[in-house]
C-alpha cells in the first residue's frame, strides 16, 4: 500500500515516523520546497509542487497511490483543493490532518483579522512596536506602515518589500515560554501579529502576550474543502491508515 503525505509541517513529520517501518505500507512525503533546510522525515521524500490537480492526479496514477493524507499547513493556500479535485479524480481517498486552530482565553486581548492587509490595518491603533510572527511571506502588507517598529521572526531571511524599521529574527520553533517572555521584554513589544497557526510548537507567544496584557492581532485561516474526513492529530491519521491497510491485506488473502 502506497500513502502519500502531503507535508511540511511537524504533524505530517510525526506521522511519517509513526508509519515508518510498517510492514506492507510505502510512504512517500512531499514537501512544497519554500524551505530551504527543511527538516525531512523517514522514507521517501519528494521536494517541489505538483503543478496543479491534474499534474497531482496523473503522479497518483503513476505511482500507484492507494491513500493520501493532506497534512499541510493551515495556511498553505490552493494544495488542499488540489489534493480533493485529484484525489477524486484518481479514486484515492482522501484524509485532511488539520491541528486545531487557537482559542483565547481568559485575559486574552486578541483582534481578529482574515487577511495580512486587515492585520497590517489594525495596528497603528493598537502600538508602535510589532512583534510578527507570519512568516517571510506576505511582509509586504507591513510595509507602508513606517511609523511603527517591527521585529519579524521566521525560519528564513524575507525578501522585499518590507517594513522600513525591522529587525528580522532567524528562528525556528518550538519556542519556550520563558524564552517569549524576554523577547518581547527586550524588544519592548507592545503588539503581537500571528497566524492562526494552532499546535503547541509556537502557542507559547501567546501566554507570553497574556502575561504582559498585549493585543494580539490573529490572522484566521482560510477557508478550507469541505466535506472531507479531518483529524487533528498524526494518531488518528496513523490508524485511518492502519485500517486501510488491514481491508486491503485480507482482500489480498481472500
Same mark, same amino acid.
Request: charged share 25%.
Given at each position: 500500500?502506497?500513502?502519500?503525505?502531503?507535508?511540511?509541517?511537524?504533524?505530517?513529520?510525526?506521522?511519517?515516523?509513526?508509519?515508518?517501518?510498517?510492514?506492507?505500507?510505502?510512504?512517500?512525503?512531499?514537501?512544497?520546497?519554500?524551505?530551504?533546510?527543511?527538516?525531512?522525515?523517514?522514507?521517501?521524500?519528494?521536494?517541489?509542487?505538483?503543478?496543479?490537480?491534474?499534474?497531482?492526479?496523473?503522479?497518483?496514477?503513476?505511482?500507484?497511490?492507494?491513500?493520501?493524507?493532506?497534512?499541510?499547513?493551515?495556511?498553505?493556500?490552493?494544495?488542499?483543493?488540489?489534493?480533493?479535485?485529484?484525489?477524486?479524480?484518481?479514486?484515492?481517498?482522501?484524509?485532511?490532518?488539520?491541528?486545531?486552530?487557537?482559542?483565547?482565553?481568559?485575559?486574552?486581548?486578541?483582534?481578529?483579522?482574515?487577511?495580512?492587509?486587515?492585520?497590517?490595518?489594525? *495596528?497603528? /491603533?493598537?502600538? =508602535?512596536?510589532?512583534? +510578527?510572527? %507570519?512568516?517571510?511571506? #506576505?511582509?509586504? &502588507?507591513? !510595509?507602508?506602515?513606517?511609523?511603527?517598529?517591527?521585529?519579524?521572526?521566521?525560519?528564513?531571511?524575507?525578501?522585499?518589500?518590507?517594513?522600513?524599521?525591522?529587525?528580522?529574527?532567524?528562528?525556528?520553533?518550538?519556542?519556550?515560554?520563558?524564552?517569549?517572555?524576554? *523577547?518581547? /521584554?527586550?524588544? =519592548?513589544?507592545?503588539? +503581537?501579529? %500571528?497566524?492562526?497557526? #494552532?499546535?503547541? &510548537?509556537? !502557542?507559547?507567544?501567546?501566554?507570553?502576550?497574556?502575561?504582559?496584557?498585549?493585543?494580539?492581532?490573529?490572522?484566521?485561516?482560510?477557508?478550507?474543502?469541505?466535506?472531507?474526513?479531518?483529524?487533528?492529530?498524526?494518531?488518528?491519521?496513523?490508524?485511518?491508515?492502519?485500517?486501510?491497510?488491514?481491508?486491503?491485506?485480507?482482500?489480498?488473502?481472500?
Amino acid at each position: 500500500m502506497h500513502v502519500l503525505i502531503l507535508g511540511g509541517t511537524a504533524e505530517a513529520r510525526r506521522l511519517a515516523e509513526l508509519l515508518h517501518g510498517t510492514p506492507g505500507l510505502k510512504v512517500t512525503s512531499s514537501l512544497a520546497g519554500r524551505v530551504a533546510a527543511p527538516r525531512l522525515p523517514p522514507g521517501e521524500v519528494r521536494v517541489g509542487g505538483f503543478g496543479g490537480a491534474g499534474a497531482l492526479t496523473t503522479w497518483l496514477r503513476e505511482h500507484a497511490v492507494d491513500a493520501v493524507v493532506d497534512a499541510t499547513h493551515p495556511f498553505a493556500g490552493t494544495i488542499g483543493f488540489h489534493a480533493v479535485a485529484a484525489a477524486a479524480a484518481a479514486r484515492v481517498p482522501l484524509l485532511a490532518l488539520r491541528r486545531p486552530g487557537w482559542s483565547p482565553v481568559e485575559g486574552d486581548r486578541w483582534y481578529d483579522a482574515h487577511s495580512l492587509a486587515e492585520a497590517a490595518a489594525l *495596528l497603528p /491603533r493598537l502600538g =508602535r512596536r510589532i512583534f +510578527l510572527t %507570519t512568516g517571510r511571506m #506576505g511582509l509586504a &502588507a507591513f !510595509a507602508g506602515l513606517d511609523d511603527l517598529w517591527f521585529l519579524a521572526r521566521s525560519v528564513e531571511a524575507p525578501e522585499p518589500p518590507c517594513p522600513a524599521a525591522m529587525e528580522v529574527l532567524l528562528d525556528r520553533g518550538p519556542f519556550t515560554l520563558d524564552g517569549e517572555r524576554e *523577547l518581547l /521584554r527586550r524588544h =519592548r513589544v507592545d503588539v +503581537l501579529v %500571528t497566524k492562526d497557526s #494552532g499546535g503547541t &510548537a509556537t !502557542a507559547p507567544k501567546l501566554t507570553a502576550a497574556r502575561e504582559a496584557g498585549l493585543p494580539v492581532v490573529v490572522v484566521r485561516r482560510p477557508p478550507a474543502p469541505a466535506g472531507l474526513p479531518v483529524v487533528p492529530d498524526p494518531q488518528e491519521a496513523t490508524r485511518w491508515i492502519e485500517a486501510r491497510l488491514d481491508r486491503k491485506g485480507r482482500r489480498r488473502t481472500r
